[in-house]
């Protein structure tokens, strides 16, 4: 599964490293304008409190999180608007995916993963696989080792899988839009994601049996692309090749307080964590 992951960019430098168009940042206004606009530079701390995606070293199920995207119009959300080319967009997504027929959003079940195996019969996904498809990017997610204590009950060790070569993962996900049914009619929908998950793969089975789809720069393209379903293909664990470029370590204990954000959760409980043999480049 993936259940708390980090994220040390914001959607200005992730846009700009892709090439993409940013739908989260308000406008940052020339120094000569007249009119500023609404522009307000947040740091980390405001953003995690206003809910603007942004870094965060212990994002959990219903933050709003940062998605990248392949649409053809921002002024339509609902992806039904084929005009014009497709292009990236970076957007803001709660985390915690909400079908369209729900009624209650405090009742929704928190769909913040979905099986790789079985996400094309699922009612709550199927629908979103055809043409709403996403990236979530992250430097990395936890895991949590079930073990036994000194004391011989029950633990669970916590884990942080990150690629060695210090690049960002970007996991395959899915999205889709939900309103309330008092919604005003111009109102925004709501966009929300979830992550899709499959099998562990390699020494990451030592951990926990499930792990983020993740999706290399070269299935962008096909993943992304609004107008046809994905090749099935695409639904496959990693191979071992790439699975060997993920380093994992052990890290404190910090991380089971969604409260606690900052770099050392980060850091390794023992500097002599093993390193992964003939580890090379992830994506």
């Avoid at 395959?172 to 111009?186: F, I, M, S, V, Y």
């Avoid at 191979?239 to 954000?261: F, T, Y």
Wanted: charged residues 25%.
């Amino acid at each position: 599964m993936c259940g708390r992951y980090a994220v040390t960019t914001d959607p200005a430098l992730l846009a700009a490293e892709l090439d993409a168009i940013d739908e989260v940042t308000p406008h940052r206004p020339d120094p000569g304008d007249s009119d500023p606009g609404d522009f307000d530079a947040v740091d980390p701390d405001t953003a995690r409190s206003r809910s603007v995606p942004g870094v965060n070293y212990n994002v959990a199920p219903t933050t709003t999180v940062m998605t990248v995207v392949r649409r053809h119009g921002h002024d339509d959300p609902d992806g039904e608007d084929s005009s014009g080319d497709a292009a990236l967009r970076v957007r803001a997504m709660r985390w915690g995916l909400v079908p369209a027929w729900t009624k209650d959003l405090a009742k929704s079940p928190l769909l913040f993963n979905a099986r790789a195996e079985s996400v094309a019969e699922k009612a709550s996904f199927k629908t979103s696989l055809k043409g709403r498809r996403c990236l979530v990017p992250m430097d990395g997610w936890y895991e949590w080792r079930k073990g036994t204590g000194p004391d011989g009950k029950p633990s669970k060790t916590p884990y942080f899988m990150s690629p060695v070569d210090g690049t960002r993962l970007f996991m395959a996900g899915l999205w889709t839009t939900w309103r309330p049914k008092d919604a005003d009619r111009d109102a925004p929908p709501l966009m929300s994601c979830t992550i899709i998950t499959t099998d562990a793969v390699g020494p990451l089975r030592d951990i926990h049996d499930r792990m983020p789809l993740v999706m290399p720069s070269d299935h962008w393209d096909a993943w992304l692309d609004p107008d046809n379903p994905p090749p099935p293909a695409l639904l496959a664990p990693p191979s071992a090749q790439l699975v060997d470029a993920i380093d994992r370590r052990e890290v404190a204990s910090l991380v089971n307080r969604v409260a606690n954000n900052g770099p050392e959760l980060l850091d390794p409980v023992d500097s002599s964590v093993q390193d992964l043999p003939e580890q090379g480049t992830l994506l």
